[in-house]
């Protein structure tokens, strides 16, 4: 008997590659599924519970970006290299404002309010203005000192790992982001290579339509979807003419996409003032940080109160009262938005457009790594479960079409 009339005796043959069709693109699904879900373990990974390979793989995953951004994309000292603080003076012109108030309201209004309401409006905009100046200095030389002194007070890799490790959706969401055409590809490649091997499939089963087949092609079908898919993302790294065709990595050959993307995202969500200013003010740097502050804040009283008038409205004995409620006034005031510190951590580098230019510039190999390290440690999982999945629906198509 051919094998057209094989296939005529028993038409159902010809679902085999529907079904594989949809077997190659249910178990991408499901890959892509488990390395982002569930953000927190169910029951006891690894061999009684699943917790998604990203999310599981936070802390590392978060310490290997970072790498990957101080060895390739990102030098603080090279960045901070050029920053001059009077080139900040319009980002601090808030702050400025408010650290004079801060100066008149401890110094004036609440240990002398009769003399400074005596003072007359043109005197009190007269001093106002010269504190405001001498405040402006006082800021630009502490954000010098912030820039002079950056690997000591910045440590990059703890601001990236304590916002990953607060918030372990956010890796997640960055490799979703940064790689949504290549999960993309994934699922819908599943549907073609199932059915190419369904085909196949089919054929084996008309000359042989032995129990094992079913099962074994499946089987091979789920390997070989997620393995192709996985491989066809990342290979070639250089484009390859292979006759009319020119094959290219999917992630390669967007690598400008990708690196506009990524900056975006690491700039926004994890680089940003907030999380820089949090880590800084919440370890043994939040000292250096006050130290620098308080140093300058102290010259700024101490050159004041050589001034007669402010030596009226503070005698002696209040002095170190005085410097202490200032400091501490200011120092509450460094972490809030729109605050000294975190002005600074927000406009002093652009980060975005930094790491943009250089990813630019990486070779295929080194560029890989962006979105490569989601995959490569744990990828086998993807492959076995995509694999076993695909067995069972090839039971499954014994069983209800061929039993």
């Not at 409205?313 to 410097?323: A, F, G, I, Y």
Request: charged share 25%; hydrophobic share 50%.
């Amino acid at each position: 008997m051919g094998f057209f009339d094989r296939i005529a005796a028993d038409w159902l043959v010809l679902l085999i590659p529907v079904f594989s069709a949809f077997v190659g693109w249910f178990t991408n699904v499901v890959a892509i599924k488990m390395m982002f879900y569930p953000t927190e373990p169910l029951g006891k990974p690894p061999w009684f519970g699943w917790q998604g390979i990203v999310p599981a793989n936070a802390h590392r995953l978060a310490k290997m970006s970072t790498q990957l951004i101080l060895e390739k994309l990102l030098s603080l000292e090279e960045l901070f290299a050029s920053f001059k603080g009077d080139a900040f003076a319009e980002e601090i012109e808030p702050v400025v404002e408010d650290i004079t108030q801060q100066i008149i309201d401890e110094v004036a209004t609440k240990r002398a309010p009769q003399m400074w309401e005596n003072a007359g409006e043109f005197m009190q905009n007269q001093i106002r203005e010269q504190i405001k100046e001498k405040v402006r200095e006082t800021a630009i030389k502490i954000v010098d000192d912030f820039s002079a002194n950056i690997t000591d007070i910045l440590d990059l890799e703890k601001v990236v790992v304590e916002a990953v490790m607060e918030d372990k959706t956010l890796m997640s969401m960055m490799f979703l982001q940064v790689g949504e055409a290549e999960f993309k590809f994934i699922e819908r490649s599943g549907i073609w290579f199932g059915f190419i091997f369904g085909l196949i499939q089919m054929t084996i089963w008309v000359y042989t339509p032995a129990d094992w087949v079913l099962p074994a092609a499946g089987f091979f079908v789920g390997y070989a979807t997620n393995w192709l898919a996985l491989k066809l993302i990342f290979n070639p790294r250089e484009p390859k003419k292979v006759g009319p065709f020119v094959i290219h990595g999917l992630f390669h050959k967007r690598q400008l996409e990708v690196t506009a993307e990524f900056s975006k995202l690491t700039a926004g969500k994890v680089l940003n003032a907030d999380n820089i200013t949090k880590t800084v003010l919440g370890g043994e740097t939040a000292e250096k940080i006050f130290a620098i502050v308080e140093k300058h804040v102290r010259a700024l009283i101490e050159e004041y109160m050589q001034h007669p008038m402010a030596a009226m409205l503070v005698p002696p004995d209040q002095r170190e009262e005085l410097e202490n409620e200032l400091v501490e006034r200011i120092r509450a005031e460094l972490p809030k938005e729109g605050g000294l510190l975190h002005t600074f951590a927000g406009k002093s580098v652009d980060i975005e457009n930094s790491i943009g230019d250089r990813m630019k510039e990486l070779p295929p190999d080194e560029f890989e790594g962006v979105l490569r390290p989601a995959f490569q440690q744990d990828e086998w999982k993807l492959i076995l479960a995509g694999a076993v999945l695909g067995c069972v629906a090839g039971v499954a198509q014994l069983v209800y079409l061929f039993s």
